[in-house]
C-alpha cells in the first residue's frame, strides 16, 4: 500500500520558516521523481519545488531563493526547508511521488496546511 505523509506545517508570522517533512512507503522511493505542491484557497493546485531521482531539482518562481527541496533517500523521506515566508505562501501543502513503469505512477499525500500572518 502507497503512502505518503506529510507533516511539518502550521502557523508561523512573516518571515519565519518551516521544514516540511513527506514520509514514502510502498514505492521506489529513489527511482520516483518527488515534488512538492501546494494549493490555496479558491486556487487551482501549482507545484512549489521538484526533484528528481537524480537529484536535479526545480522551483517555482515565486519561492526560489526562499525554499529548498532535498530527499533522503536511505529514510524514504523527501523534505522542503521554506525560509522568509509570505502570507502568499498560506496554502495546503502536497506531496507527490511519479514515476514510469509498466505506466504511468503518481500518488499524493493528504496535505499539511501552513499558514503564514502577516
Known sequence: ???????????????GSLRLS???SG???????MGWHRQAPGKQRESVALISSAG??????SVKGRFTISRD????MLYLQ???LKPEDTAVY?????WIGVRLYEYWGQGTQVTVSS
Open 1 to 15: 500500500q502507497v503512502q505518503l505523509v506529510e507533516s511539518g506545517g502550521g502557523l508561523v508570522q512573516a518571515g
Open 22 to 24: 513527506c514520509a514514502a
Open 27 to 33: 514505492i521506489p522511493f529513489s527511482i520516483n521523481d
Open 56 to 61: 536535479n531539482t526545480d522551483y517555482a518562481d
Open 73 to 76: 533517500n536511505a529514510k524514504n
Open 82 to 84: 521554506m525560509n522568509n
Open 94 to 98: 502536497y506531496c507527490k511521488a511519479r
